[in-house]
């Protein structure tokens, strides 16, 4: 295996550790009102050092989440291996407007 497989397979993997870390602490299996299985839709797009432009089946689920719930996590995304830049560009990428509250330009 390469470096750089072995980075985005490691980036991949902490990418789910947060996933499932902050659905724990909700004690239900989903995030911002979408499930954990179709926010995985969208790993290969906020993961690696140049990520994937996003598929539709994970633009359709972004049309599905609570986007200033969103918001809220980008700060604890980092600790995890995502690139907050790359994660709060996503919306974006498919056609929606992230929210003021975001903050910053992504």
């Not at 750089?4 to 724990?24: E, G, K």
């Not at 050092?49 to 969103?70: A, E, Q």
């Not at 995304?77 to 996503?90: E, F």
Request: proline share 8%; aromatic share 4%; hydrophobic share 40%.
């Amino acid at each position: 295996m390469t470096s750089t497989s072995s980075s985005i397979l490691v980036s991949c993997l902490m990418a789910m550790m947060v996933l499932v870390i902050v659905a724990a602490d909700d004690k239900t299996p989903s995030i911002c009102n979408v499930g954990l299985t179709e926010l995985a839709e969208c790993l290969p797009a906020i993961t690696g050092d140049k990520p994937s432009w996003p598929t539709k089946s994970c633009c359709k689920v972004m049309h599905k989440v609570n986007l200033p719930c969103l918001c809220d996590y980008k700060d604890k995304l980092l600790q995890y291996g995502i690139s907050p830049q790359n994660a709060m560009a996503l919306p974006k990428r498919c056609d929606l407007t992230l929210p003021v509250q975001c903050g910053g330009k992504y």
